[in-house]
């Protein structure tokens, strides 16, 4: 979202929705009775260009206000007229924690959040896995989501860009949630869609929820070194640091073992799914490997995209599954030939320019999954050998990786000591939050359905 969609005063909320969204009456009584509800407002002040307090003062405050004073009938939606603001990092889950100890039978919580990816991910967290790694239950929510977070995967993969009906150039582009949840008469499509998440058993005996993505490899990778940029190179804005980390990180590859647990492979010729029985094993290197509950990593960058509402292959709503991503470089032949003759380091610096390209198709609109070497294990147009990026459906999935046998990086003037190397063959990064699965260590990652947590789309 940009500076200029944010107003730099309050909004009249009256002439604002008659300019911007005229086929929105707020003040319509809904034909169908709402079930009793609990709203809390949680805002991260410091999520992505620190814009939430504006927003919330100048355009979202507004809204609710008029809604809440003008629509026939609000008395099924208590609030308490506050707004609760995380106050450090890691303060969601404090939050989520809270709104579990009051919830009422019978009684919707309601969260509205201004954030991104990691403070939806926190309140999750908070909310409902309990000390003991068991995932509570019987608790009713629903999210509004407010995108002030710098990806806001989850909110853009709802709410897709490329879709003529949610312009993110609008005005409207950050209330497309709220709109629903507070008029839900205006498309036949708004409603509460369940929330897709994963439980991820990290080998310390801890458990995390997920909405977004567990990964390792480049994206985890990736991420730590972004990290370290924070401090090193505060010259570089936003997305920028990702991009440079990226380059640090290209030419490493990891190896170990994923182990999918009744995975249907996609098929680039048929553009379908093909079922693999129980469980497949795959083997690396791996140059890329995500798992991904959304269609998209940020607004474009569109890695899981038959995850997408707009996608013929989206998964049924409440179904529990996960699409994997890999990108495994000895399914190229000339990478694989130059490895057989010991010319590892060439085979790696070779394979980026590759990495690169399939980088740019999933920027343009997801073409990446399509992609496929010819016969020969080459890059072709009309391919009709392997596929050069891998895609899974699946309930679940192992990450056992070979820390024995981390790569080194392409540019010796960029090689990292010893143990950076070591950590980042066990690095696994759960929404953004990074854990290192130590020696031996194992990552156990499986779909959730039916848990009680709705988003408003
Ligand atoms: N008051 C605060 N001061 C400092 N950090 C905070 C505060 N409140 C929350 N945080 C931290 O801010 C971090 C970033 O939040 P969030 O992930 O929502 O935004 P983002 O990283 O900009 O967006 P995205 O995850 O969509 O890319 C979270 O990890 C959270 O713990």
Redesign the pocket.
């Known amino acids: 979202m940009s500076s200029e969609q944010i107003p730099t005063e309050p909004v009249d909320a009256p002439s604002f929705l008659a300019q911007h969204a005229p086929h929105i009456d707020l003040t319509r009584l809904t034909k169908t009775p709402r079930p009793h509800s609990h709203l809390t407002v949680i805002l991260?002040?410091?999520?992505?260009s620190r814009h939430a307090p504006q927003l919330w003062t100048n355009l979202v405050q507004p809204i609710l206000s008029y809604f809440l004073s003008s629509a026939r009938n609000t008395s099924w939606l208590d609030w308490s007229g506050e707004v609760e603001?995380?106050?450090?990092?890691?303060?969601?889950e404090r939050i989520g924690r809270e709104i579990a100890r009051q919830a009422k039978e019978g009684r919707k919580e309601v969260l509205l959040v201004f954030?991104?990816?990691?403070?939806v991910h926190?309140v999750i967290n908070g909310l409902l896995m309990r000390e003991d790694g068991s995932v509570r239950e019987g608790i009713e929510v629903e999210l509004v989501l407010i995108p002030t977070?710098?990806?806001?995967?989850l909110y853009y993969h709802l709410f897709p860009p490329e879709s003529a009906s949610y312009p993110p150039s609008s005005p409207l582009s950050p209330l497309y949630s709220l709109l629903s949840f507070l008029c839900p008469a205006h498309s036949s499509t708004s409603s509460p869609h369940p929330l897709p998440l994963a439980l991820n058993a990290l080998p310390t005996g801890k458990k995390v929820l997920t909405t977004v993505v567990s990964s390792t490899a480049l994206h985890a990778c990736l991420l730590h070194t972004a990290e370290r940029l924070r401090h090193e190179r505060p010259e570089l804005e936003g997305t920028e640091r990702f991009k440079v980390a990226a380059r640090e990180e290209a030419g490493r590859w990891w190896d170990g073992r994923l182990i999918l647990h009744h995975p249907r492979r996609y098929d680039p010729s048929t553009k379908s799914w093909v079922e693999q029985g129980e469980e497949e094993v795959v083997r690396g290197p791996f140059s890329y490997l995500v798992s991904s509950l959304v269609s998209r990593f940020e607004q474009t960058f569109l890695v899981a995209p038959f995850r997408s509402p707009l996608s013929p292959l989206a998964p049924v709503p409440g179904e529990a599954s996960i699409d994997v991503i890999a990108i495994r470089p000895l399914r190229r032949r000339a990478t694989r030939a130059l490895v057989e003759t010991g010319k590892e380091d060439q085979a790696r610096e070779g394979f980026v320019g590759r990495l690169w390209e399939v980088t740019g198709e999933i920027y343009d609109g997801g073409r990446h999954v399509d992609a496929m070497y010819d016969d020969e294990g080459e890059e072709g147009s009309e391919g009709k050998g392997k596929s050069v990026v891998e895609v899974w459906r699946c309930e679940g999935f192992e990450w056992v990786p070979d820390t024995q046998q981390s790569s080194p990086a392409t540019d010796a003037s960029q090689e990292s000591s010893d143990s950076d190397s070591a950590l980042k063959a066990r690095l696994v990064c759960l929404d953004?939050s990074l854990h290192d699965l130590g020696p031996n260590g194992t990552l156990r990652v499986e779909a959730l359905a039916g848990r009680g947590v709705r988003v408003w789309a």
Request: proline fraction near 4%; avoid cysteine.
């Open positions: 991260n002040p410091s999520a992505g603001g995380t106050r450090d990092a890691r303060d969601g954030g991104g990816d990691g403070t926190e977070g710098t990806a806001n995967a953004g």
